[in-house]
Nanobody, 114 residues
Framework: QVQFVESGGGLVQPGGSLRVSCATS????????MGWYRQAPGKQRELVAS???????HYHVSVKDRFTISRDDAENTLYLQMNSLKLEDTAVYFC????????WGQGTQVTVSS
């Protein structure tokens, strides 16, 4: 069955960096556009970055030039490198396909705080 297992979150000070990972299984990873989503308390889930099957990235304006999305099709794994983190980046981060989103992982908590 389709699975997403996010990891790598944690507590970081403003200006710091984190790299989150998402191990996937149950589908042909290389055939899908993939994305990182986040959900802050009291807010709707939003797409922050996506990457095409050819590796072309797209970013939400709020994270552009700070976050880098990448994919390893051999390992069926999605990554998000987050630099220059801000307080407003605090959220639970999820990965998923941009289509067929019936299943979600548990997410990984990223907390930016001084």
């Amino acid at each position: 069955q389709v699975q997403f297992v996010e990891s790598g979150g944690g507590l970081v000070q403003p200006g710091g960096s984190l790299r989150v990972s998402c191990a996937t299984s149950g589908f042909i990873f290389s055939s899908y556009v993939m994305g990182w989503y986040r959900q802050a308390p009291g807010k709707q889930r939003e797409l922050v970055a996506s990457i095409s099957i050819l590796g072309r990235p797209h970013y939400h304006v709020s994270v552009k030039d700070r976050f880098t999305i990448s994919r390893d099709d051999a390992e069926n794994t999605l990554y998000l490198q987050m630099n220059s983190l801000k307080l407003e980046d605090t959220a639970v981060y999820f990965c998923n396909r941009l289509v067929s989103q019936e299943v979600w992982g548990q997410g990984t908590q990223v907390t930016v705080s001084s």
